[in-house]
């Protein structure tokens, strides 16, 4: 059994901020790149942000840039995306997903293997 699981979404207001948990059973971290990606009402599913579990490279959309840091666990193998200055236009579903070692990681939805189920992020005043 391969899962993941995409955990704490909720709803928040402008400014404010959120941490979401990416849960992985069945497999290890270990030699994974696992990204973020959201879908927005009405846009198609965009890439967010990645990791290697290996060696800790990163890589952020423009849009969210200084604004959320993304950070793996590999003991619980579990990924994190803390999101601060929460904007509108960051309201989406949220969804984790991975695929074993890249040498060129990157936010290309295609390349990833295994998604979980999508957690929601409302902002809001």
């Known amino acids: 059994e391969v899962q993941l699981q995409a955990s704490g979404g909720g709803l928040v207001q402008v400014g404010g901020s959120l941490r979401l948990s990416c849960a992985a059973s069945g497999f290890s971290w270990d030699d994974h790149t696992i990204a973020w990606f959201r879908q927005a009402p009405g846009k198609e599913r965009e890439g967010v942000s990645f990791i290697t579990s290996r060696d800790d490279i990163t890589g952020y959309a423009d849009s969210v840039k200084g604004r959320f840091t993304i950070s793996n666990d590999n003991a619980k193998s579990t990924v994190y995306l803390q999101m601060n200055s929460l904007q509108f236009e960051d309201t989406a579903v949220y969804y984790c997903?991975?695929?074993?070692?890249?040498?060129?990681?990157?936010?290309?939805?295609?390349?990833?293997?295994?998604w979980g189920r999508g957690t929601l992020v409302t902002v809001s005043s």
């Open positions: 997903a991975s695929r074993w070692r890249s040498p060129r990681p990157s936010l290309n939805e295609d390349e990833y293997d295994f």
